[in-house]
Nanobody, 115 residues
Framework: QVQLVESGGGLVQAGGSLRLSCAASASIFSIDIMGWYRQAPGKQRELVAD???????NYADSVKGRFTISRDNAKNTVYLQMNSLKPEDTAVYYC?????????WGQGTQVTVSS
């Protein structure tokens, strides 16, 4: 079982930036893919970005060019740098770790973007 702890959420004005962090209890080398998902009120949880063990990244179209996912292997931590934030980015952001067919989730961190 991998424990994931997110941090870095908060309230920011439109156009601002935030950086989310996800610290894993296990070496991220043991994790096939790490990613960030988000869920806004009344909507389904959606993929924001993910990064493979090899460093290949993938982004939702809605965040391309604004968000950057990265990893620090020494700290077993994955980051999501969010720039040019929009009110529609408001959601609870969840860290995810995929090991084979198993998904592990963090508790979520709230991001609120005011207009």
């Amino acid at each position: 079982q991998v424990q994931l702890v997110e941090s870095g959420g908060g309230l920011v004005q439109a156009g601002g930036s935030l950086r989310l962090s996800c610290a894993a209890s296990a070496s991220i080398f043991s994790i096939d893919i790490m990613g960030w998902y988000r869920q806004a009120p009344g909507k389904q949880r959606e993929l924001v970005a993910d990064i493979t063990r090899g460093g290949t990244t993938n982004y939702a179209d809605s965040v391309k060019g604004r968000f950057t996912i990265s990893r620090d292997n020494a700290k077993n931590t994955v980051y999501l740098q969010m720039n040019s934030l929009k009110p529609e980015d408001t959601a609870v952001y969840y860290c995810n770790a995929r090991i084979t067919i198993f998904f592990h989730w963090g508790q979520g961190t709230q991001v609120t973007v005011s207009s």
